[in-house]
């Protein structure tokens, strides 16, 4: 119920909305996010545990809010048996570098015909400037056969930065060579 009053020549004129009934309740879902980080003008995964506390009719609608500028992410549905989610996220050579730890998600659950509002979490993007390319190296070194690529990483589930950080080393190390 709404309440309003004000003091007037006459008197106090007082007005209120109509009754309403609200049900007080605790979200129906919570969000663990894991770290994410990109190079600016590239793409990166960023994976999301979802926790059950209530089951939900239908489909939710959930939607990565707060990312930087020139950074943008796909909408995503769950249902109430969601475990994982995985938002795509790509970046413009623009987009502002620097960790931005201001992204949460909105999950919109429609029950009984009304839309219910959920804000969950908190999530941090480190977005990096590309290195400088290498310079070029001498005609001798490149003579040399290019060693076979290193094994892919399983698509199923997104690098956390340790072990981006750990891939990029050892392909560089691969690709240096002796010296």
Known sequence: MVNGASGVASGPIMVSSQLANL?????????TFAAASVEQGK?????????KNADFPGEAQVTLVGLPNKVTSDVKKITK??????????????APAGNHGTLFCQVV??????????????????????????????A??????A????????????????????LENKQRNQGAGPK
């Open 23 to 31: 049900t007080i309740a605790p979200p129906f879902l919570g969000l």
């Open 43 to 51: 793409e990166t995964d960023m994976a999301v545990k979802v926790a």
């Open 81 to 94: 048996d969601t475990t994982d989610l995985v938002f795509h996220l790509k970046t413009d050579k623009a």
């Open 109 to 138: 659950i429609t029950q009984n015909g009304e839309p219910i509002l959920h804000n969950i979490g908190t999530a941090t993007l480190r977005i990096d400037v590309p290195l400088p390319p290498k310079p070029a190296a001498p």
């Open 140 to 145: 001798a070194a490149t003579a040399k056969p």
């Open 147 to 166: 060693a076979a690529p290193p094994p892919a990483a399983p698509a199923a589930k997104p690098l956390g930065r340790l072990e981006k950080l750990r």
